[in-house]
């Protein structure tokens, strides 16, 4: 099945300390995203690829960072820069042609800091 | 740029009756625009799109939206709910030349027994 595949599904850090959330898909969609779920806030844009080896920040970049070596493959660090890094985070890849348009969601990753 | 409003972050409802969950956006530039809905602790799930044609849209789970340019609209409703359509409920636009999507903060539907 194609799909989006985010790991792990919940993630405990420590203070001080950097983690790496895994989105994976098999869609073979160009562009990928990064947001950041809180409750009352909707989604907010973090990171979003338009291709292999490029990036661009969204809203709120400052404390993550991102790669892009693979068309597949998009993960997120959290550094220890973010000062308030608990919340749910939903990676999704979308490709742009005349049919389709919408966005393609992983299951959301739910990063505790503890 | 393109901006969503959701004018009703809680909307409660009895079983069976309607609902009507309202969208607005802004943008100077034509738009796609979409509905999706996120049970808890999972992603989105698109329940229905309009990319062109008719402002009637029809979606999944007896959704429907319409959409209308003149008062920059993209209402979602439903005729009769279930108990299984709680959820929160998303709109959200994008401009059909770009790639960024723009969402608003969410409705929480909740269908009372």
């Known amino acids: 099945d194609g799909g989006i595949t985010q790991s792990p599904k919940y993630l405990f850090r420590k203070e001080g300390q950097n983690v790496t959330l895994s989105c994976e898909q098999n869609?073979?969609?160009?562009?990928m995203y990064w947001y950041r779920q809180d409750p009352g806030q909707g989604l907010r844009l973090i990171y979003y690829?338009?291709?292999?080896?490029?990036?661009q920040k969204g809203d709120i970049a400052e404390g993550y960072s991102v790669s892009r070596e693979k068309k597949e493959s998009f993960p997120l660090t959290v550094t220890s820069a973010q000062k308030n890094p608990t919340a749910f985070y939903l990676c999704?890849?979308?490709?742009?042609?005349?049919?389709?348009?919408?966005?393609?969601f992983g299951q959301g990753t739910r990063l505790t800091v503890v | 740029a393109q901006s969503v409003t959701q004018l009703d972050s809680q909307v409660p409802v009895f079983e069976e009756a309607p609902v009507e969950l309202r969208c607005n956006y802004s943008s100077s530039v034509s738009v796609y625009l979409f509905w999706y809905v996120q049970y808890p602790n999972q992603g989105l799930q698109l329940l229905l799109k309009?990319?062109?044609?008719?402002?009637l849209v029809k979606g999944i789970n007896g959704f429907e939206a319409e959409f209308n340019k003149s008062q920059t609209s993209f209402h979602l409703r439903k005729p009769s709910v279930h108990i299984s359509d709680t959820a929160e409920y998303f709109c959200a636009v994008r401009a059909n030349t770009g790639n960024q999507f723009y969402f608003g903060t969410g409705t929480s539907l909740t269908v009372i027994p």
């Open positions: 690829s338009q291709i292999v080896n490029d990036f």
């Open positions: 309009y990319l062109s044609g008719s402002t």
């Open positions: 999704a890849s979308g490709d742009w042609d005349r049919w389709r348009a919408e966005a393609f």
């Open positions: 869609l073979n969609h160009d562009a």
